[in-house]
Nanobody, 117 residues
Framework: QVQLVESGGGLVQPGGSLRLSCTTSIKFFDIFAMDWAWYRQAPGKQRELVALIYSRGATNYADSVKGRFTVSRNNDLYSVYLQMDSLTPEDTAVYSC?????????WGQGTQVTVSS
């Protein structure tokens, strides 16, 4: 059973930073060939793609987070990260990681990020 374990969410003031982490429970031998993504879902809104990092390291970001969020990966640790800076209340949501193994896709359980003063 593949599990994606997330950490790093919490409460932060506007303008602050958080770093989310997500690690697989299985050490895929070909993790280097897999794509990772971060999604978020705010109350009453549809889930949206926040950031994507491809197997070779190329990245894509939602327009709303460009220049503020940075996605990275560490294949040796079977992990993906989301560094979030200059947070605003509009970033408040449940953030979930996503892994496309090409043999199946998996989701993390979600971690709450709340930006409030």
């Amino acid at each position: 059973q593949v599990q994606l374990v997330e950490s790093g969410g919490g409460l932060v003031q506007p303008g602050g930073s958080l770093r989310l982490s997500c690690t697989t429970s299985i050490k895929f031998f070909d993790i280097f060939a897999m794509d990772w993504a971060w999604y978020r879902q705010a109350p009453g809104k549809q889930r949206e793609l926040v950031a994507l990092i491809y197997s070779r390291g190329a990245t894509n970001y939602a327009d709303s987070v460009k220049g503020r969020f940075t996605v990275s990966r560490n294949n040796d640790l079977y992990s993906v990260y989301l560094q979030m800076d200059s947070l605003t209340p509009e970033d408040t949501a449940v953030y979930s990681c996503y892994l496309d193994t090409q043999r199946g896709a998996y989701w993390g359980q979600g971690t709450q990020v709340t930006v409030s003063s």
